[in-house]
């Protein structure tokens, strides 16, 4: 262990970082993962292997235990009950759990952080209660365990199979796991998965709660609206893939007084999905897999789509893109996470292997970046990037 990892050395560091910490209001974001980073290496510091193991052994357990709170509602009626909280009798009598069973979900809901334990006969909400029963949430609590994790328990045989080649669109663990010749985009519209579908796109929706908006660091006045056709009838932003227009509504909550027309695309399931918003944006299915109907629009927009596919189907995507944009006019917006050369977050490598196994899809550095755009006739401009968290924004034309 070098002197800037000992525990003395990050205990300083944090103390540091915390005398910058204001009086009221919210901390910096900058202040806040300069915390979040050195009290994770201090974590680290002090385990022994013993504790390494444990950690990551028992991880599959816990989030089983959040899956069965979530079909019990448990969360949802400690959180009602207020700082009184509630006895294990009390939840028994709600839930209808086994009295001998439930202490047992209880306790590991609290090693958690998911509940707190005021004493030996009651419970009640912790900090992070509240946040575990936001409805977008708990749908991604319910697709990632009940659809990605037993893609996840296949992933070692799986690359094995095919002598640790990476999985293709079409080829790998999803496959192998459902017994499919489908990708896992079109494996998820089968009727056994209408629920699970639904929760996946609640959960696209919600991944953006308590995170910075694109719209907070890309100057998308200055760079699409100043530019843009001052006509009511034009296309001013396609969103491709957008999903349930969510999006588009963001937009426009921030532009009010915007012109043009917004079109959404998406899959038709997804566009029957998306019921609000049809005031905002023209709900349109389209495959992007075939040609762009949508010609010289100012800007076409596309957010963490493509990270869901291989390099092969993603140049087939911005071939259609570029075909359709209006050279010197048209704007291509790419919303997604560029991986650092060196450093990168365990949230960024969890994004990736997650991206790997469901589509053979993954997150891309900015040199990768660069060279798909290019195979597909298209230059980067400029990058945005707020932070390494945040997915960044990258500006193409036409090349």
């Known amino acids: 262990m070098d002197s800037q990892s000992s525990p003395s050395a990050l205990i300083e560091r ?33 385990e022994t292997p013993l504790d390494t193991l444990n950690r990551f052994i028992f ?8 899956r069965v709170a979530i079909n019990l509602g448990l969360l949802e009626y400690v959180l009602e009950a207020g700082p009184d909280g509630k006895t294990p009798g009390e939840i028994v009598s709600k839930t209808g759990a086994d009295e001998v069973l439930l202490p047992r979900l209880l306790r590991t809901l609290a ?28 749908s991604g609590f319910k697709f990632l365990f009940d659809f990605v994790g037993p893609v996840f328990q296949k992933l070692p045989e799986s690359l094995e199979k095919s002598h640790y080649r990476c999985p293709t669109a079409l ?56 530019e843009a056709e001052h006509d009511a009838q034009a296309v001013t932003v396609v969103d491709v893939g957008g999903g349930l227009g969510h999006g588009l509504v ?58 869901n596919w291989p390099d092969k189907e993603c140049q087939a995507i911005l071939r259609h893109l570029a075909a ?44 990768h970046w660069t060279n798909l755009l290019a195979s597909a006739g298209l230059r980067i401009e400029k990058i945005w990037t707020l932070d390494d968290r945040t997915e960044s924004v990258m500006e193409a034309v036409l090349a």
């Open 14 to 46: 944090i103390t540091h970082a915390a005398s910058d910490l204001p009086k009221d209001g919210p901390m910096s974001p900058e202040t806040r993962k300069e915390l979040q980073d050195a009290t994770k290496e201090l974590s680290l510091a002090l």
């Open 59 to 66: 991880l599959p357990f816990q989030y089983a235990v959040v």
């Open 111 to 138: 090693s958690v952080g998911l509940l707190s334990q005021v004493d030996e006969h009651r419970w009640r909400a912790a900090p992070l209660t509240a946040t575990c029963v936001i409805p977008t949430f708990k």
């Open 171 to 226: 080829q790998g663990p999803l496959q192998d796991t459902y017994d499919t010749k489908l990708s896992g985009y079109d494996y998820i519209m089968d009727p056994r998965w209408v629920d699970t579908f639904k929760d996946w796109n609640l959960f696209m929706k919600g991944r953006r709660y308590d995170s910075t908006s694109w719209l907070q660091f890309y100057p998308f006045s200055d760079r699409i609206l100043a």
């Open 250 to 307: 963001e937009i426009k909550d921030k532009y009010p007084d915007m012109e043009g027309r917004l079109v959404l695309q998406d899959q038709p399931n997804t566009i029957a999905q998306a019921g609000d918003g049809h005031s905002v944006f023209e709900p349109t299915a389209h495959d992007f897999f075939t040609p762009q109907p949508v010609k010289g629009a100012k800007a076409y927009l596309i957010r963490q789509v493509l990270h």
């Open 324 to 367: 359709a944009m209006r050279p010197g006019y048209s704007k291509l917006l790419v919303n997604e996470i560029i991986i650092p050369e060196v450093g990168a977050s365990d949230f960024i490598v969890a994004c990736d292997l997650v991206m790997m196994g469901l589509g053979g899809g993954m997150e891309r550095t900015e040199s």
